[in-house]
């Protein structure tokens, strides 16, 4: 069993900084794919970033690429997402998640295996 707890979210202006974490639990965190999901009122839960398990290998939705930065920290079991230039767009609940397989990073949410409660992140215009 994989917990997922994130953390980071809140209210910012637009053109702001947050940074997202989500703490894992599990002996073998720095075997799982980590990936980053929004879910904004009335869409569905869209792909944002996802990272391998050294690191080395990251996927970013186009929407996000240039802004927002995930990383991770094997040590601490945690994965991060640092968002720079937030739109009033990027407003959402933010979701981590696990993939136990052994493949490459993927953007299919479907591919998951554990996720996070979430944390609100709120962009004001």
């Known amino acids: 069993q994989v917990q997922l707890v994130e953390s980071g979210g809140g209210l910012v202006q637009a053109g702001g900084s947050l940074r997202l974490s989500c703490a894992a639990s599990?002996?073998?965190?720095?075997?799982?794919?980590m990936g980053w999901f929004r879910h904004a009122p009335g869409k569905e839960r869209d792909f944002v970033a996802t990272?391998?398990?050294?690191?080395?290998?990251?996927i970013y939705a186009d929407s996000v690429k240039g802004r927002f930065t995930i990383s991770r920290d094997n040590a601490k079991n945690t994965v991060y997402l640092q968002m720079n230039s937030l739109k009033p767009e990027d407003t959402a609940v933010y979701y981590c998640?696990?993939?136990?397989?052994?493949?490459?990073?993927?953007?299919?949410?479907?591919?998951?295996?554990?996720w996070g409660q979430g944390t609100q992140v709120t962009v004001s215009s």
């Open positions: 599990g002996r073998t965190f720095s075997a799982y794919t």
């Open positions: 990272i391998g398990w050294s690191g080395e290998n990251t």
């Open positions: 998640a696990a993939d136990l397989g052994w493949g490459q990073p993927t953007t299919q949410k479907n591919e998951y295996d554990y």
